[in-house]
């Protein structure tokens, strides 16, 4: 749906979850062997990999200024079972956080949010206003106050209804 390009670093891998299920129309590309191979994702997966997009898209609303799509199990909940610890490469001094346990998937997308907390990234990263869309999209407006996935879709079609209500 989105015109925007993705996001950054590791942000990208909760953009590409969320955006897994087009709401518009019921697509999903979990139900695929092709879309779970693309996240890591067996069918035993699933119900676990579905409740973590839901609670993202639920925090990507927040992002936005929006009442969440329905009741979801907080997103933090579900990231208490993936900490992380900070590793330091002995050769270089670099430090990056690292998960010690759960499901692969929870993960990476508990130390994709960590990264985009420190880089200062997490909160631009928004689900689209349009009810029947909620995609996720990399805000990169200046003022970082976009409210759709793409102007020329979402964004002209709140504006078309709003001139009709008129």
């Known amino acids: 749906m989105s015109d925007r390009s ?4 590791a942000l990208e891998l909760v953009q590409a979850l969320v955006n897994t299920v087009d709401l518009e129309s019921g697509a999903d590309a979990l139900d695929t062997a092709e879309g779970r191979a693309r996240l890591g994702l067996t069918e035993t997966d699933l119900a676990a990999a579905r409740e973590l997009r839901e609670s993202l898209r639920a925090a990507l609303l927040a992002h936005a200024g929006h009442p969440p799509h329905r009741t979801v199990t907080p ?13 330091v490469d002995p050769a270089d001094g670099s430090a990056r ?19 985009g907390l420190v880089e200062g990234t997490w909160t631009r990263l928004k689900a689209c206003e349009a009810a029947d869309c ?3 999209y990399y805000d990169r407006s200046p003022a970082g106050r976009g ?4 102007m020329q879709v979402c964004g002209a079609r709140a504006k ?5 209500a008129k």
């Open 97 to 115: 956080l690292t998960p010690t346990g759960g499901a692969p998937l929870l993960s990476r997308v508990a130390a994709a949010v960590a990264q």
């Open 75 to 87: 997103l933090g909940d579900l990231l208490a079972a993936a900490p992380l610890v900070v590793a």
């Open 160 to 164: 078309m209804r709003r001139y009709r």
């Open 147 to 150: 409210r759709w996935c793409s």
């Open 134 to 136: 909620h995609w996720a």
């Open 6 to 9: 993705p996001a950054p670093g």
